[in-house]
């Protein structure tokens, strides 16, 4: 295990450790997650400037940042930044996308950095007035104040003369892991995301229509059957169905007619099948009720005869949206 001045430096997607004075050693990314470590990041994944800012809460400051680099530089190349106060003036640090998919590559990789800083930001910190030259950006920085030079005068700083000086870190800067990863992944699968969601809105809003349906006919049913029991006066017995199977089997001709026939009628249909009103003559049985389709119709129609051993007639039907609404006669 190493310690925490263990210092490692992420140049061209490269991560090296610092052996001492221009001596750089390339090392394997499974080395790094066994080690304690302080990153070093190449100034070539940012690019710097700076602002004169109020004392203020951190929303209100980020977003004066924010309106200032959208007045001096394309949308495009301020998508992803943050800042860092340095003796008291404020630093911007804008992120390129190369850094942020690497963020995204080894997430936890950056977590376990005790510190991250950049060359630029640790001279800063050592330094009041200097030039500094990267890759492709010459900076000037007076009095904490950085310009963009074309040109410089021949005396300038560069990475190699901080980094290799450098015992430990003295900066720690945000790459915005947490909120920017965040983004990617959505970003990768949004399409999947947006689809999910849709599906399972329509999902819920379906079940819930199917539950309301249900409970509205259960609501039927049971109304239904609260009125037979009334009507056969049972309704307050501790046992209405008993006391009604019993009636059945009492010597009243009424009750041996109308009770059978309305069991045969229950037994021959469905659980998609609600009937609203039954007429009992001395030889005929007429019934209307609601279904759900022709075929739940035509399967009553046979299953009454089997039943009740008679002859059995549609009288008329009528499709209303998802239901079939019906009139038969049984005799």
């Known amino acids: 295990m190493t310690t925490s001045s263990n210092r490692i430096y992420l140049k061209d997607n490269r991560f090296y450790k610092i052996i001492d004075s221009k001596h750089l050693e390339e090392i394997d990314i499974e080395y790094l997650k066994e080690s304690i470590f302080q990153l070093i990041i190449d100034d070539s994944y940012f690019f710097y400037d700076s602002l004169e800012l109020p004392t203020t809460n951190k929303r209100k400051l980020r977003a004066i940042i924010k309106n200032y680099l959208l007045t001096n530089y394309p949308e495009e190349l301020i998508k992803y930044f943050s800042y860092i106060n340095i003796n008291n003036k404020t630093i911007i640090y804008i992120i390129n996308n190369e850094l942020i998919e690497l963020t995204y590559k080894y997430t936890e990789l950056f977590k376990l950095a005790d510190r ?29 104040q950085i310009k963009h030079l074309n040109k410089d005068s021949g005396n300038v700083l560069t990475a190699d003369d901080i980094i290799y000086n450098l015992q430990n870190i003295n900066l720690d800067i945000d790459l915005l892991i947490k909120k920017e990863n965040a983004l990617l992944l959505f970003k990768k699968y949004r399409i999947p995301i947006v689809l999910l969601t849709i599906a399972y809105v329509l999902f819920v809003a379906g079940e819930i229509i199917k539950i309301n349906t249900l409970e509205n006919r259960l609501e039927k049913y049971n109304n239904l059957l609260i009125e037979i029991y009334r009507d056969a006066g049972v309704l307050d017995s501790s046992d209405p169905l008993g006391l009604l199977l019993s009636k059945v089997n009492s010597d009243n001709n009424n009750n041996k007619i109308i009770l059978p026939t309305i069991y045969k009628i229950s037994k021959a249909v469905d659980n998609n099948t609600t009937i609203d009103s039954i007429n009992i003559n001395f030889d005929t049985i007429r019934f209307d009720g609601i279904t759900q389709d022709y075929k739940s119709l035509e399967e009553i129609t046979s299953n009454l005869e089997k039943e009740t051993g008679k002859h059995v007639t549609i009288l008329n039907t009528n499709k209303e949206k998802e239901y079939i609404k019906f009139s038969i006669r049984i005799g």
């Open 116 to 144: 991250i800083s950049t060359p630029l930001l640790e001279a800063l910190s050592l330094y009041n007035n200097f030039t500094y030259k990267t890759k492709n950006i010459i900076y000037e920085i007076e009095n904490m």
